[in-house]
């Protein structure tokens, strides 16, 4: 995907709650491809050079780590709603 493709695929997901901008994503692109989590080329659109993502094994592995992780916290949310003592002392 492009940067900008990103941008607007994240923005889908989230309902418009989460909206980048491309000045975020290239930033953040660019640590993933330092840390392997993606691959990057350059390809040429209607005369226009443009960054073309692909996630990696390692990058896939890593969002699953992180989609598990995540689920716990929005688990712990549910269950500690209107809860604010019990929450605490669970720990969430």
Not at 36 to 52: F, H
Not at 58 to 74: C, N, P, R, S, Y
């Amino acid at each position: 995907m492009h940067g900008y493709d990103i941008a607007k695929a994240v923005e889908n997901k989230t309902d418009g709650c989460c909206s980048p901008t491309e000045g975020t994503i290239y930033p953040v692109m660019k640590q993933f491809e330092t840390g392997d989590y993606v691959t990057c080329e350059t390809e040429v659109v209607s005369g226009r050079e443009r960054k073309v993502y692909t996630l990696t094994q390692k990058g896939k592995d890593a969002f699953q780590i992180a989609l598990k992780e995540w689920m716990k916290v929005t688990a712990c949310f549910k269950t500690c709603e209107g809860y604010e003592s019990a929450c605490k002392s669970a720990g969430c």
